[in-house]
Nanobody
Framework: QVHLVESGGGVVQAGGSLTLSCAAP????MAWFRQAPGKEREFVAT???????TYYSDSAKGRFTISRENAENVHLTLNELKPEDTAVYYC??????????????????WGQGARVTVSS
């Protein structure tokens, strides 16, 4: 378990863009999950702890990009935002798996969340 500091979020218009950031104390596999009002938390995107392997949900594919700036900082760029993207976005890290994938149970460190609101 490591401490993650999440930043970003805000209110944007549909079709706009936003970048979320997550800072960790080292290099780990990272991911973002989101939870919309009244819905369960769902996977969005992940990047491997080593190398550049990424994976996206169908909803995120082609619109969102997860990238690693350096060992500690990972970003999720949200493009072509839609009202249905409105949610609290949580970054997560795994200290035990190099590529945990889509299952949130394999991540043991979580940020406090960043609220993204997309207006129509």
């Amino acid at each position: 378990q490591v401490h993650l500091v999440e930043s970003g979020g805000g209110v944007v218009q549909a079709g706009g863009s936003l970048t979320l950031s997550c800072a960790a104390p080292g290099r780990y596999a990272m991911a973002w999950f989101r939870q919309a009002p009244g819905k369960e938390r769902e996977f969005v995107a992940t990047i491997a702890g080593a190398g550049n392997r990424t994976y996206y949900s169908d909803s995120a594919k082609g619109r969102f990009t997860i990238s690693r700036e350096n060992a500690e900082n990972v970003h999720l760029t949200l493009n072509e935002l839609k009202p249905e993207d409105t949610a609290v976005y949580y970054c997560a890290a795994s200290t035990t798996y190099s590529f945990p994938g889509t299952s949130q149970r394999l991540y043991n460190s979580w940020g406090q969340g960043a609220r993204v609101t997309v207006s129509s």
